[in-house]
């Protein structure tokens, strides 16, 4: 079994956007992990309407072309880190809409969150799960929160991310996590595609 591939989506498309800082660091650190394939995933480069479509594309194909492309794309992906800013209380509305246009190829696959704000981004992860969990992921225990002390030294150039012990080593858990049940998940979607095969012969 080949290895499985994570996404780190960049979560928000701001131009003063902090996201680029976390999502430089988590992929770094991701990508030293020897069991997985990683690539950074921005959602400025699909550039989606706010959700528009007759249905969900788990009952009706999508006709929007970006969200096609979109759709394919998140299909290529065992697994999922979001990086997620908190807006009022809430995940950026791109990510929710970008999520929202997706639908069965999330399914079955794991996710995790790097979550910045005021309380470390707690309640727009929070969010994100239930999201996750009605799509069928498998969201892991394990998360990041860049408090606003450790926000605003990154944003003010004292601190680097990867100075910050205590968030390096959640980091670490967290794409330990991923990987794990990404590569768990895989084996499960390749038996039942397996199953399925000898079931039609």
């Known amino acids: ?24 660091w988590i992929a770094k650190i991701a990508k030293s992990h020897a069991d997985i394939d990683v690539e950074v995933v921005d959602l400025r480069d699909f550039p989606l309407p706010f959700f528009d479509e007759v249905a969900s594309s788990a009952w009706a194909p999508s006709q929007n072309e970006v969200a096609k492309r979109w759709q394919k794309k998140v299909a290529e992906f065992d697994g999922f880190i979001f990086t997620a800013a908190e807006y009022n209380h809430g995940p950026t509305a791109v990510l929710k809409n970008a999520i929202d246009y997706a639908a069965n190829e999330w399914n079955k696959k794991s996710v995790g969150f790097v979550g910045y704000g005021s309380v470390g981004g707690a309640r727009a992860v929070e969010q994100l799960r239930l999201h996750a969990v009605e799509l069928q992921m498998a969201p892991v225990k394990s998360a990041v929160h860049i408090a606003w002390g450790d926000f605003l030294a990154v944003r003010q150039g004292e601190k680097k991310l990867d100075e910050l012990e205590h968030l390096n080593q959640a980091a670490t858990a967290l794409v330990n996590d991923v990987a794990w049940w990404a590569k768990v998940l895989k084996a499960a979607r390749q038996a039942d595609a397996v199953a399925e095969e000898v079931k039609a012969a």
């Open 1 to 24: 079994m080949s290895k499985p591939k994570i996404a780190i989506v960049v979560g928000s498309t701001r131009a003063a956007r902090f996201a680029d800082v976390p999502t430089q």
